[in-house]
């Protein structure tokens, strides 16, 4: 069993950064491929970026990439999400999930845990 908790949420003005974190307990975490989606009110979830276990592997949602960078630390057990460039539409609760396989992906169906999520919000 693995519980995921994020942290580091908050209010950022628009062209600011923000990293959220999501701390991992198990021991076999290390193994897992991990990812982030986000929600907005009245939206579906979106994927926002994966990472394969061992961090070699990304994969990022068009509308963050070259702005956001996912990366992780075993040794903490820990999934980052760096934000720079913030825009209002990056305004969400951001989830942090794993999936018991060690590549990435980008389906939020094929995984098996899910945080409790973290609300960003970008003001203009």
């Known amino acids: ?25 198990g021991r076999t975490f290390s193994t897992y491929g991990m990812g982030w ?32 960078t996912i990366s992780r630390d075993i040794a903490k057990n820990t999934v980052y999400l760096q934000m720079n460039s913030l825009k209002p539409e990056d305004t969400a609760v ?14 939020a169906e094929e995984y098996d845990y899910w945080g409790q999520g973290t609300q960003v919000t970008v003001s203009s």
């Open 1 to 25: 069993q693995v519980q995921l908790v994020e942290s580091g949420g908050g209010l950022v003005q628009v062209g600011g950064s923000l990293r959220v974190s999501c701390a991992a307990s």
């Open 37 to 68: 989606f986000r929600q907005s009110p009245g939206k579906e979830s979106e994927f926002v970026a994966t990472i394969n276990w061992v961090g070699s592997r990304t994969s990022y949602a068009d509308s963050v990439y070259g702005r956001f």
């Open 94 to 107: 951001y989830y942090c999930a794993a999936r018991r396989v060690s590549t990435s992906s980008i389906r």
